[in-house]
């Protein structure tokens, strides 16, 4: 399993920094006390990163923490900036779940709100 999982992020590693090599990312960071998404620079360098078995994303050299909005999809970084994975947590009182690839499952996907998808 674990070996599917480090297979599967690194493919998607390298589709990140495909994609890096081919125009600048625009990503949305979003605080966990607040709703509103903030809109970072059009020109962004992302980078995903693995360290101990964990994931941890850096946008213009900055670690992220938080809530990010990547693509269509919602990923959220604890204080120390790793990635939430295969888990459950309570965010501000509501409920997450996060797949294998780190993605958030149930939230409606829009670009500058989480709306619960239950």
């Not at 604890?78 to 958030?104: H, N, Q, R």
Request: glycine letters at 6%; a positive charge; charged letters at 25%.
């Amino acid at each position: 399993m674990k070996r599917l999982f480090s297979k599967k992020m690194m493919i998607a590693a390298l589709a990140c920094a495909s994609v890096l090599a081919a125009m600048p990312i625009s990503a949305s960071a979003m605080s966990n006390k607040s709703t509103a998404g903030i809109e970072s620079p059009a020109k962004t360098n992302m980078e995903w990163i693995q360290k101990g078995g964990k994931w941890y994303c850096k946008i213009d050299g900055e670690y992220v923490k938080g809530w990010l909005l990547h693509e269509k999809y919602w990923y959220y970084f604890d204080k120390e900036g790793v990635l939430a994975v295969d888990t459950t947590i309570t965010i501000d009182g509501k409920k997450y779940s996060f797949d294998s690839m780190g993605a958030c499952t149930n939230i409606k996907h829009s670009k500058n709100n989480l709306h619960l998808d239950i």
